[in-house]
């Protein structure tokens, strides 16, 4: 097995490339494409996340060893993308080792809110009750509803993971996670078996022609 894939040169143009990839993905019109790419994006994500967390916590026992492994600036990167490490830097020698990294506002779905838009969404005879619509706009992704006569939006990714929650199950105005069970009212966005989670929730309006938008905050 080679030692080592890639100089840190050759990372960095890696990271310059998919930093060009992500801004590129950004100017998909096609919503339908563009939630997938988010929802691949998501997937891939927290299948890092979990083990690159579970490393990090083994390495919790020898403060020594993840003190060498976090100089590898690549190491530190991606530990600091994933937010799993702490902010302290560690004994890296920056000017000989430092790389360029992607910009913590390109990760787009842990940018926070700076706009505002209004989407339209089409007719409303276009959507059923108790379905769940995933869509995307600019970085967000959301999910859209019908309960009743009352159309309502949030966002589509749990609290306290980066998974969607479109393949869960809709009853009334309880929305429950796929993956461990959360439940959340979506007249509120707030859970209602873990006090301490909560979706963001987006306004939404019928006009009288029949149109359905979201203000859609990004
Ligand atoms: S990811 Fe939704 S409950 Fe855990």
Known sequence: MK??????????????????????????????????????????DSIHREPLSRIMEALQQDETLKAKILSDPTVSKLASLYDLK?????????????????????????????????????????????????????????????VGSTFYAVENQCDGSFLPIDQGTLDEHVLTCPWHGCQYDLRTGESINETDKKLDTFPVEVEKDGMLKVEIAY
């Open 3 to 44: 030692e080592v894939l890639f100089n840190n040169e050759e990372y960095n143009q890696i990271l310059a490339q998919l930093d060009q990839l992500m801004q590129d993905a950004e100017q998909i019109s096609d919503v339908d494409h563009k939630v997938l790419l988010y929802q691949i994006l998501q997937y891939f």
């Open 86 to 146: 702490e902010h302290e830097e560690p004994t890296a020698k920056k000017d000989e080792r430092q790389v360029a990294f992607i910009p913590e506002s390109e990760v787009g779905w842990i940018t926070p809110p700076k706009k505002k838009d209004w989407l339209e969404l089409g007719d409303i005879e276009l959507f059923q009750q108790n379905k769940l619509y995933a869509k995307n706009y600019q970085k967000v992704n959301f999910i859209i509803s019908k």
